[in-house]
């Protein structure tokens, strides 16, 4: 009976006694859920264009927001800062092409992943030897008041992400659809020997990848370490990504940015009212409770691709 | 196993003023799977050739030698020779040979199927710079493939077979080149989409003065459109010709072509010639 309480009767009664409240833990999440949708995204498109599950996504957020408050720091103006870690990132996926991913052509894929594991641990060695390993704080000017539209109360600094990562992905949708590179990025992400075939050229595609991968990387950790100040802690949100992917798909960029969106408010709204129940700390967990339903039940994730199976 | 000796009175075109030829290679698979052993052969500007022979006897892995599709596949070419027009290409990347006008279009087809046939058809073009002439280029495709502009909305992998190949062909035709490699055109379809893709073939060959590199395992029809061929088995040309002397030599028509002196043989007599079963055309 008490249970029966604390699972279904509260939380439903404190939704019913305060939509509002509801609504307003909703967008906070959905707000959350902007930057895990960026983070997957960077996954999906390395994903897609190489079959390489990149376990260092998480880290190259942090690496880039690092050499991005680092070089604020030295004094450095706000768009040279941002030009220059953009030149950093895109030098970083020459190298990784060149390092990593050309000797390791046509290893298994598990090979590959275990590569990523290792520039993982390259890149927060190198990121702290460089920028030093405390905690630092980004504050680049983004307006960061609470805001009340239509009586329900929002963040305006959360405001400011969404719609960054709404054009970001706007443009990268733009980019993959009508751009002759980014049609041969989807030809080789469908058939890497035919793309070959057609004379496109596989280690040029996977240095635009990871360089975007790179760029999406830094726009998710200037809005993070924004948040939570640039710390290793940041790499973590790879991890959140992972649910993220599996509630998607993992080939789908649709699906990265609405599981995002649905991880992020589901979180949020578990936390809010069925926290009490559980003692709390529900968001940590609730995301990979999700991918574990879904993997039971819709293992292809949302958007999993349509398999076009035809002789 | 040569079941084809020697070759007959027919002239080898000369190789030396070839668009491509290709001179005695070997090509090994993973460091030690010898699979061609010393091949030799030639494609004089504006002509089709074609390349015989049974399951497995190394046609496609041929054409990847001149491609060099064939890295991505850990082959290698550890002997010989392939000039095209005089230039040594055995080291160049696929993308190299695209833009030198050498452009293979892979058996199966190998279409992208989450992309529309007209998108097929542009990354065709990706070495290219240009907007406006391949604008004209995608209008040539069209008129020679009108089926492909009635679907080109569609995804490429819910159209049939047929226009698949199509795809594949014209998606070539995008690079704008001058010799086309083509495995298998026929492979998995109706003898009536068959012939209508090798008549395209000839008009390609006659009208844009494109060169053809033809593998075939159907060797009838493929003897019907070439004017020249050569016959491959274990990784060694056994036999070539003109077309024509191809069609008229007896070991051809027994083994290839279904045929004897007697007339057509009957699936049963040629029983232990199981392996060559999809020759009998
Ligand atoms: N990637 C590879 N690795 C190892 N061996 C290979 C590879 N590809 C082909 N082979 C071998 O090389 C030989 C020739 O194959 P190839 O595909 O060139 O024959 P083919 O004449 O095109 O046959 P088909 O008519 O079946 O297409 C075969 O014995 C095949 O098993
Ligand atoms: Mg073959």
Request: charged share 20%.
């Amino acid at each position: 009976m008490e249970l029966l309480h604390a699972l279904v009767i509260d939380p439903i009664g404190a939704i019913a006694d305060n939509p509002e409240f509801l609504l307003e833990v909703v967008i906070g999440g959905l707000l959350t859920g902007v930057m895990y949708s960026l983070v997957a995204l960077g996954f999906v498109l390395i994903y897609k264009a190489s079959g390489i599950f990149n376990f260092a996504q998480g880290v190259m957020v942090l690496f880039a927001a690092l050499c991005f408050v680092g070089q604020l720091q030295l004094g450095m103006p706000l768009v040279m800062a941002l030009l220059s870690t953009v030149a950093i990132m895109i030098a970083l996926a020459f190298v990784i092409e060149r390092v990593v991913l050309r000797p390791l052509v046509n290893q298994e894929p598990i090979i590959l992943f275990m590569a990523t594991i290792g520039i993982t641990f390259f890149l927060t060695g190198l990121g702290q030897l460089v920028w030093g390993g405390d905690v630092k704080t980004l504050d680049i000017g983004l307006p960061k008041d609470p805001l009340i539209i239509g009586g329900v109360l929002v963040n305006e600094f959360d405001l400011t992400a969404a719609a960054v990562a709404g054009l970001l992905v706007a443009g990268l949708a733009l980019f993959f659809q009508k751009t002759s590179i980014g049609r041969a990025l989807r030809a080789v992400a469908d058939d890497h020997q035919a793309a070959l075939s057609v004379g496109i050229p596989l280690k040029t595609i996977w240095v635009i990848v990871w360089s975007v991968a790179g760029i999406v990387g830094l726009v998710a950790g200037i809005m993070w370490g924004t948040n939570l100040g640039v710390q290793f802690s940041l790499a973590l949100v790879a991890l959140k990504a992972l649910p993220v992917l599996i509630l998607g798909g993992f080939t789908s960029i649709p699906g990265a940015i609405v599981g995002g969106l649905i991880v992020g408010a589901g979180e949020k709204v578990a936390e809010v009212f069925w926290g009490p129940a559980f003692g709390g700390a529900i968001e940590d967990w609730f995301a990979y409770v999700l991918a574990l339903v879904f993997l039971l039940f819709r293992p292809q994730g949302l958007f999993g691709e349509r398999i076009i199976e035809r002789v | 196993m040569a079941v084809l000796a020697g070759t007959d009175g027919a002239a080898r075109p000369d190789a030396g003023g070839a668009l491509l030829s290709v001179n005695n290679i070997e090509v090994i698979y993973d460091h030690v799977i010898l699979v061609l052993k010393g091949v030799s052969l030639a494609v004089p500007e504006g002509r089709i050739v074609a390349l015989l022979g049974a399951n497995g006897a190394g046609k496609t892995t041929t054409l990847k030698a001149i491609s060099n599709l064939l890295r991505a596949e850990r082959g290698e070419v550890t002997k010989g020779a392939i000039l095209y027009r005089g230039e040594r290409v055995e080291r160049l990347s696929p993308n190299d040979l695209v833009r030198r006008g050498v452009i293979q279009v892979m058996e199966g087809r190998h279409c992208f199927a989450h992309l529309t046939v007209e998108e097929n058809l542009l990354t065709g073009a990706f070495t290219r710079r240009g907007g406006a002439e391949i604008r004209r280029d995608l209008d040539l495709v069209y008129r020679y493939f009108p089926r492909l502009e009635q679907r080109r909305k569609s995804l490429a992998g819910y159209i049939s077979g047929g226009e698949q190949q199509m795809v594949a062909i014209g998606r070539a035709l995008m690079a704008r080149p001058r010799m086309i490699l083509l495995d298998e055109p026929s492979m998995g379809l109706a003898p009536q989409i068959v012939e209508e893709i090798f008549e395209i073939v000839r008009r390609l060959n006659r009208a844009e003065g494109v060169s053809f590199l033809l593998a075939e395992q159907n060797t009838n029809i493929a003897l019907g459109y070439a004017d020249y061929g050569y016959i491959l088995e274990n990784g060694r040309v056994v036999l070539d010709g003109d077309a024509a002397s191809l069609r008229a030599n007896e070991d051809v028509k027994e083994f290839y072509l279904g045929l004897s002196a007697s007339g057509r043989k009957s699936y049963r007599e040629v029983k232990h010639y199981k392996r060559r079963k999809r020759w009998l055309a």
